[in-house]
């Protein structure tokens, strides 16, 4: 049975293997069809959750739909601009009918603009905002809801080490900006919901390889891996692991916390 956050554990032991498991729960990943997203759909799935599938186009999830359905769990992928509340909302509606419950969001949708400052444009800066700001207070705000409502949630929202520190040479001010916000939401709405029994956390992951961070740009990737003690770069599957251990009971006590996984690149 599910452990509520905001409720004190009653007997000091703790299956840890099973406390990892999401049999039973409903979990929505936004932007879900490709890159993170679609892997943290699929490693979720692997822990037992059926899943809500939240993307701009339905049809683009075909692949990770059929993966995720191999895995034994319900899957629907659902239309929704997490940048258009009213888009959100309805999505809410079409999830709650035909699962019955929303028990974890993860807010992955996100956007990114490489360019120095001087040459950002005003609808460069609003895209990333809305994506990355907006986007992840709609979600978290419309799911967080139905949360509160039911006296448990966890929330996991893809932040970023870009909220701490700065990518050279390839500027990324409004990235930069947008995920220093996304992290310091993660710890207002930890606090806020915390007696209602809904974890807030982030994972905030280095370079990983996907369309989002051209890690075989031969101007960029020597000045990356310098940069990063492992020397290479994050697989989307290797965030799989985090994402189930913040979605689920192992950490029934953790919330507003930032998980940095970063091959060390915030240690130099
Ligand atoms: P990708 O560019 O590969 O994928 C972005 C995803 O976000 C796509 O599924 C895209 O959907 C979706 N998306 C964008 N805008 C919207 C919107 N308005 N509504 C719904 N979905 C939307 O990026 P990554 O997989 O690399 O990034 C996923 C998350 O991880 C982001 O939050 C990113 O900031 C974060 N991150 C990435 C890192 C990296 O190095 N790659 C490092 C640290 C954090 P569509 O296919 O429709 O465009």
Not at 104 to 112: F, P, Q, S
């Amino acid at each position: 049975s599910a452990q509520r956050a905001g409720s004190a554990q009653e007997e000091d032991t703790m299956a840890v293997l099973d406390s990892f498991g999401l049999g039973g729960r409903t979990t929505v990943v936004t932007g879900a069809n490709r890159g993170i997203g679609r892997a943290l759909a699929v490693a979720l799935a692997e822990a037992g959750s059926d899943l809500a599938l939240l993307v701009r186009d339905p049809a683009s999830c075909a692949e990770v739909e059929a993966e995720c359905r191999a895995l034994g769990v319900r899957t629907l992928a659902v239309a929704g601009d997490v940048t258009d509340a009213a888009s959100v909302a309805r999505a809410v509606d079409t999830i709650g009918e035909a699962f019955g419950r929303i028990d974890v969001l993860v807010n992955n949708a996100g956007a990114c603009i490489h360019r120095p400052a001087l040459e950002v444009t005003a609808a460069e800066w609003r895209q990333v905002m809305d994506v990355n700001v907006d986007g992840v207070w709609n979600c978290a705000q419309a799911f967080g809801r139905v949360m509160v409502e039911a006296g448990r949630g966890a929330i996991v929202n893809i932040g970023s080490i870009s909220a701490v520190i700065v990518n050279r040479p390839q500027w990324q001010p409004a990235y930069n900006a947008s995920k220093a916000a996304a992290h310091q939401l993660t710890k207002s709405l930890a606090a806020e919901w915390a007696e209602h029994g809904v974890r807030v956390n982030a994972l905030a992951p280095g370079y990983v390889k996907t369309e989002m961070a051209p890690v075989d740009d031969p101007q960029f990737r020597q000045r990356w891996i310098d940069d990063v003690p492992m020397q290479r770069f994050a697989l989307p599957a290797e965030l799989g692991p985090a994402v189930v251990f913040l979605a689920s009971d192992a950490s029934s006590f953790m919330t507003g916390s930032v998980l940095v996984m970063d091959g060390g690149y915030t240690t130099v």
